[in-house]
């Protein structure tokens, strides 16, 4: 007796009826896209945090036990996912490193999404795995010309990448490796080292937004004075910054090289850069001597969702030499069989702390064969042009203080002679409003105190003038008035 | 003066103007899905490793200069990746936990690449925050349907929910934790206690497949007699599997429970079963029993890029309670700083161990809507029906043996008389000419032996008979010829 057929909902993407069956449901969900942002109307839905849940509320139960079918479903929750998004397409949605996805990238996931490549054992990938492969090796190669033999993995961002990092030199150097950063790294430094059950990171003042080179030498110098027991120096790992999140400085790399050079006779050690903002400024002859010194690091974080205008995920971990990946060899006999491996089948599982793992590698691969890495270089200089018109603009408003020329496409500013909280009530405002998202983070004023500033992070390489000055009115409006003459 | 215009290529996905921008680079990449199918014309490319990477040659270079812009770059790489794919669409690909996925879910997420929502703050992912939230509790509550106030968290498979298992137990328990499993278990759980700094777990042989309860109150029972030092009980997290990776086995939940349950009292001890592959045995009325006991561990892991029909990724890990997940908890001011959180705004950090995170949870709400429960249902009760419908082809052919009746979907054969080398020499001969994807394993055989076997893991709803019957005699005609009656 047959069975009952499968619901038109249950067509699979994949095979040679995968594209027909793709055709309707791509359809509905560019009508959902356009219907969604047109109710949004905005970089983000007004009402905050409430309005977003009753807009999904309004969809129904999320666990039915009958289904609609595949057309309603899309266009019901697609629509509301883009009507309640703060979309990065939109140049007033500027607060995180959050990038707008070029098109030609999304299409290309969506291929990814169709034959559902898993980059664990070659059989599930052959021809996604062989692009990896290359892709990886060619990216690395720009970060570390000089290396003996570039390679890269995939991650998932730049907190996995910053986490390789770390655990490749907790296993090349020792289980009680001591990390040193500065207060400007990102925090997924300090949870890597509590993932990887290693003491909190020693972390050294930033004042001015970068790492003193002077500071980790007085700090590798002093690495054992607190032991009581005399015994070999302890390892350590210092991490830099090619990107803060809070402003987007790159901390003096070949400095800081120079400095973990010195300390590498006396003391095993480790260098990795953080320059998952940072890093695609290598495409760009204008801005690539910024990233002097990153190729004397051990281990380079970069992350492609930032500028690379990738959807997430697509993070890499570069080393100048693929030995130094060997700690991650790992053997499962369903994935990678000793006598597999001999008869030539490539052994992926060492490439990556995920098992099943999706072919990130396909849309950075389209992307940089549809623009060239002129092609990116040119949207990396747009995006750097329009944080320097915006900082440009806020340095000529009496009413608003700049807190420094952007370094790459980050500017902080504050309205003149607002409190904190005022500040953040700002930022908070714009958010509820549905006008605009903007970040914060604390730094230093010209007075030398540490205040809370908004901070803009540019990544939309389409906007334009009128955007930015905009934004600029956006946040006067929402300033404090300033107080009258107390002399009059 | 102003800049040059951006090339098409620099095109966004989102906003008002993505859906006309993504239009014709989606039919470009649906004809490049048609055309590599069609080129490919099996379940994968012939000629294995080689014959790959030729293909990817074919292409060009992977990092040029200069772009030749969105149409080419899609057309050339999509088309060579379908070309060069292991198709889980294809009825013959069946070697591992690599579903094929449903059209409705690969279009969903099509609509997570063009907005790219980022999941660590809500100011990155109003609504699909909202979505995740709502979505992660029902299915939580399917798993601990008596939880005080059950949830989950969104990972990128089965291997991520089993480190997130391992390390709540840690910060639960103690950071001198042990590890209980069976020989069956998932290698990632040896790879988590590795990554987070842990001994080792102690195995369990598994000689029946599944582990035996018997065995573990043994080990539970002996498990401080090697210490020297007279202490306190060293905690231990004990890991049972629901659906193992080489045969799909389900231990015996319930009463591995009563013996962690029993040992609790003199022991701080944690359960975890992975139920990456049998998870989604819950939505089924006819299967569901075989879960019994799922919902007495601490913590779960589902994966719904397995049964559920997701492109990768798809996996949650779920707990009775949230309250479980409060060691997760972590500050960053540019994302959850206390008076934003005070201010209503949602706190996302400690929901997962990436920072960015992309909203997986968008194509599962879209396949859940499209199918209700009840039609996940009907595609896994085909699903197990067609392993069933194997297993009787194989029973009945005298050439073959059968390891045992599939527990789930996966299934075990070997020609009878071949040595283990012929074994897997027939796997990787069917893979080099395109004609089958097998897995392997190695069980017990009917006399005690353990052997290699071939592994059909069907996770095709849409196989039909004929499917099978071609995969058995595609195996058939590998397998070494019966020798003559040596009595004759």
Redesign the interface.
């Known amino acids: 007796m047959p ?2 057929p ?2 038109d ?8 009826a ?2 027909r ?3 309707p ?2 359809d ?7 219907e969604g ?2 109710a949004r109307c905005g970089p ?2 007004a009402g ?3 309005a ?2 009753q ?2 509320e309004r969809c ?1 139960p ?9 057309l ?3 266009h ?3 629509t ?11 140049p007033h949605c500027a ?24 980059m664990d ?8 795995s ?2 990896e492969e ?2 990886t090796r ?2 690395a190669a ?1 970060v570390h010309p000089r290396g003996p033999g570039p390679d890269a993995l995939v991650t ?5 990448a910053n986490l390789l990092g770390v ?1 490749l030199a907790r296993e090349r150097l020792s ?1 009680r490796l001591a990390l040193l950063c500065g207060a400007n790294a ?3 430094v300090h ?1 890597a080292a509590w ?4 003491p909190a990171p020693t972390v050294l003042p930033t004042p001015r937004g970068i790492l003193d080179p002077a500071a980790v030498h007085d700090a590798l110098t002093g690495l054992d004075t607190l032991n009581c027991t005399a015994g070999p120096p302890t390892p350590v790992l210092v991490v830099a910054t090619a990107g803060t ?2 402003s987007g400085a790159i901390d003096p790399l070949p400095a800081l090289a120079d400095t973990v050079a010195a300390h590498r006779r006396g003391r095993p050690s480790a260098f990795h850069i953080d320059a998952a903002y940072g890093g695609a400024l290598l495409f760009s002859p204008a801005h690539r001597a910024k990233l002097a010194g990153l190729d004397r690091a051990d281990t380079v974080t970069l ?1 492609l ?1 930032k500028l690379g ?1 990738q ?3 697509a993070g890499l971990l570069t080393v100048p030499d693929g030995r130094a990946l060997a700690p991650l060899g ?6 990678n ?1 000793e ?2 491996t001999d ?4 052994d992926l599982l060492g490439r990556s ?7 990130d590698i ?2 950075i ?11 990116l270089a ?2 990396v200089e ?1 995006t750097c ?1 329009a944080a320097r018109d915006l900082a440009d603009r806020v340095a000529a408003e009496p009413r608003l203080t700049l807190h420094a020329r952007p370094a790459i496409s980050t500017v902080l500013f504050r309205p003149v002679g607002a409190a904190d ?1 005022q500040v ?1 009530a700002i930022r ?1 405002r714009l ?1 509820t409003e549905g006008r605009a ?1 903007l ?4 730094a230093r004023d010209h007075d030398g105190r540490t205040v809370l500033w908004l ?1 803009a992070t540019l990544l ?3 906007a334009q003038p009128s955007d930015l000055a905009a934004l600029v009115k956006l946040v006067l409006d929402q300033a404090p008035r300033p107080r009258k003459d107390s002399s009059r």
Do not use: M
């Open positions: 069975a009952n499968l619901p909902a249950a067509l699979l993407a994949g095979g040679a995968g594209p069956a793709l055709r449901l791509l509905t969900v560019l009508d959902a896209l356009a942002a047109a983000l839905p905050g945090p409430d977003v849940t807009l999904l129904g999320t666990l039915p036990d009958h289904g609609t079918g595949a309603d479903a899309l019901t929750l697609v509301a996912l883009a009507a309640g998004a703060a979309d990065p397409a939109d607060a995180h490193l959050h990038a707008p996805p070029l098109a030609v990238a999304a299409a290309a996931d969506l291929a990814a999404s169709a034959l559902n490549p898993s054992s070659w059989d599930q990938a052959p021809a996604a062989a692009l290359r892709l060619d990216l720009l998932t961002g730049g907190t996995e655990l289980p990102h925090h997924s949870r993932l990887l059950g290693l999140t809070d992350d969702h205008w959807p997430v995920a790992h053997r499962a006999d369903y994935l069989a006598d597999d008869a030539g089948l490539p702390l995920r098992t099943t793992r999706r072919p396909l849309k691969a389209v992307t940089i064969r549809a623009l060239g890495t002129a092609g040119a949207l747009r042009d909280e953040a908070r958010l998202v970040g914060r983070a604390r901070k939309n390489p389409h």
